[in-house]
């Protein structure tokens, strides 16, 4: 039998069960599951030795087993069914997204709770069922967590409440610690880290600002008016956490890497238009910043940026300024083909390509 096949099948008696009206006959399970009665009657005093309340009935004069919520202590009237309860068990990995965090303490107590509210040999069983969620967290940001989390304190305060907060902030682009008096308008968690998105009467813009960057805040007793829209999504025209007007963006990707870019939701306005060699154009409606001209990089190669124009300079840019880093180093072989791109056409390093007028 293969590993973990007889917890598996068991686990899958217990949803056919819950999910039955009418309940399920031995016989009938042992159908569904291609294994003999004797099986599923193992089954059964397995699952009810695990601590799932099982029961037996004869509502047309043949037995029937159902589970019935009700078994389990204090799940009476928490509106939450025995499976429910487990997959939140299962979810428990979903916490560790939320390292770093102000919630992830929170999180972990309230998963805590859930745990505690099944049997202990009910625990066991579920324990024993392969790993159905893994997780892999964003890397998180370095931060004073005693700073960290009394600053996210307040500036929830002032969000509720509407209040103006002074703030010292080091700004990262200009290098400098500068004096702010904001207006929040809510906080949002992304990235790994948590920012502020607040509204500079000063300047009447509406910018974002890393938590972890703040050095110091003070709540003050001046109240503002949000403006409406603020609940909708913090960041609608970034692939990042940024702000500002969205733009026409068309990347073609080589079929090499067409496939990993159609099978994902990159931004709610992306439009796929496929090409005849299995290459992709993908057009997005977003701002130009750190986080788009990064994904495109990512891609290596296999991307191009089609329009606009001044978009692929950028990028361009950011390619021979990277080259500039390894080219004094190395004895590059230009005519080589070590990775096997092929027939792909290669320019040497250091010629820039006439499509895009860098000037």
């Known amino acids: 039998m293969p ?4 917890v598996i099948r ?11 009206r009418q309940g399920e006959t031995i016989a ?5 599951r291609g294994v003999t009665i004797r099986t599923i009657w193992r089954d059964i005093v397995a699952l009810q030795e695990a601590g799932f309340p099982l029961v037996d009935e004869k509502p047309d004069g043949r037995t029937r087993w159902k589970l019935m919520d009700g078994g389990l202590k204090g799940l009476q009237n928490s509106g939450l069914s025995v499976s429910e309860l487990a997959s939140l068990y299962f979810s428990r990995a979903l916490v560790e997204c939320l390292v770093g965090t102000a919630f992830h ?5 309230a998963m805590d709770k859930v745990a505690a509210a099944l049997p202990q040999r009910m625990r066991a069983f579920l324990d024993r069922l392969p790993a159905v969620l893994n997780v892999k967290a964003n890397p998180g940001k370095k931060r004073e967590e005693t700073r960290y989390r009394k600053h996210i304190a307040d500036l929830l305060n002032a969000v509720l409440e509407h209040r103006q907060v002074k703030m010292h ?14 207006e929040p308008y809510r906080l949002a ?9 607040a509204q500079v009467p000063k300047y009447r813009q509406l910018r974002t600002f890393a938590v972890e960057r703040i050095k110091s805040l003070s709540v003050t007793a001046h109240t503002f008016d949000a403006p409406e829209g603020t609940s909708t999504d913090p960041f609608p025209n970034s692939l990042g956490v940024h702000t500002g007007a969205p733009e026409r ?8 890497a067409a496939a990993h870019v159609r099978e994902r939701t990159w931004h709610a306005s992306q439009q796929i238009r496929e090409q005849p060699d299995g290459s992709l ?13 990064s994904w495109i990089l990512s891609f290596g190669p296999l991307a191009r940026v089609v329009s606009p124009s001044s978009l692929a300079e950028s990028i361009l840019e950011q390619l021979e300024e990277a080259r500039d880093g390894y080219a004094p180093q190395f004895d590059f072989e230009l005519h080589s083909d070590p990775h096997g791109f092929g027939d792909h056409p290669r320019l040497p390093f250091g010629v820039r390509t006439t499509q895009v007028d860098t000037q």
């Open 28 to 32: 009938g399970l042992a159908r569904q």
């Open 189 to 197: 968690f992304a990235q790994g880290g948590m920012y502020l998105l």
């Open 3 to 6: 590993r973990n096949a007889e």
């Open 169 to 182: 902030y080091y700004s990262a682009s200009s290098r400098q610690t500068k004096d702010y008096v904001v």
């Open 281 to 293: 154009r993908l057009s997005l409606n977003v701002c130009h910043d750190w986080a788009l001209r």
């Open 249 to 256: 963006v068309e990347v073609e990707f080589l079929p090499e």
């Open 10 to 20: 068991q686990w899958k008696i217990l949803r056919t069960l819950e999910a039955s």
């Open 105 to 109: 303490e929170d999180a972990r107590s």
